[in-house]
């Protein structure tokens, strides 16, 4: 049995959801790979990528599947800049 709850509010605040879905989206495309490589490959600056990933507290070599929604919010969010 599953059970859907309808949320008012999203579980995380993001300023551009298309973007963070984007984002979400390149972090998964490339299996084991991590973020930097595979962001970067979806066209953002890999420079960008890394002042990013230290502003939100998060490691160089971290994996798509390794942050949670609020992470990839935050993220999304220094990224959009």
């Known amino acids: 049995v ?3 709850t309808i949320r008012r509010e999203p ?3 993001a ?3 298309a973007f ?3 984002l979400i989206r390149a972090g998964f495309e490339q299996r084991r ?3 930097p490589n595979s962001l970067g490959a979806a066209g953002l600056e ?3 990528i890394l002042e990013a990933l230290r502003e939100t507290g998060l ?3 971290a994996r798509a599947e ?3 929604l609020p992470q990839f919010a935050a993220l999304a969010n220094r990224l959009e800049k």
């Open 46 to 48: 890999k420079a960008r």
């Open 2 to 4: 599953i059970r859907l």
């Open 59 to 61: 490691s160089e070599t």
């Open 15 to 17: 300023r551009n959801e």
């Open 66 to 68: 390794e942050l949670t």
């Open 33 to 35: 790979k991590t973020l």
């Open 20 to 22: 963070l879905f984007r």
């Open 11 to 13: 579980p995380c605040a």
